[in-house]
């Protein structure tokens, strides 16, 4: 499962950008629906995330640490990105 995250997570985090501007996209322009634009912010917030993510289990960052260190950076991202998700949307 690690080498599916190291493989394919920041394709996924693009993908969730995607699909946050297509539901954008689509309420605003073709159902006439006003969003706040919180969720366009919401998407790139979790592809950079993602992206970083995929970064720290490849080695790119943080090489000298252990992986109890990396786990817990990983944790404190994950847990940011649901934090400033949660402060956008209310």
């Known amino acids: 499962m690690k080498e599916w995250f190291k493989k394919y997570l920041g394709w996924m985090g693009f993908g969730i950008l995607m699909i ?3 539901i954008f996209i689509v309420a605003e322009f073709i159902l006439n ?3 706040n634009s919180s969720i366009l912010m919401i998407g790139f917030l979790i592809m950079g995330a ?3 993510i995929k970064d ?3 080695d790119k960052y943080f090489t000298k640490y252990s992986e109890k260190v990396k786990n817990a950076i990983i944790v404190f991202i994950i847990t940011t990105t649901i934090g400033v998700s949660y402060f ?3």
């Open 88 to 90: 956008l949307i209310f």
């Open 50 to 52: 993602a992206d970083f």
């Open 20 to 22: 946050c501007t297509l």
């Open 33 to 35: 629906i006003t969003l």
């Open 56 to 58: 720290i289990l490849n």
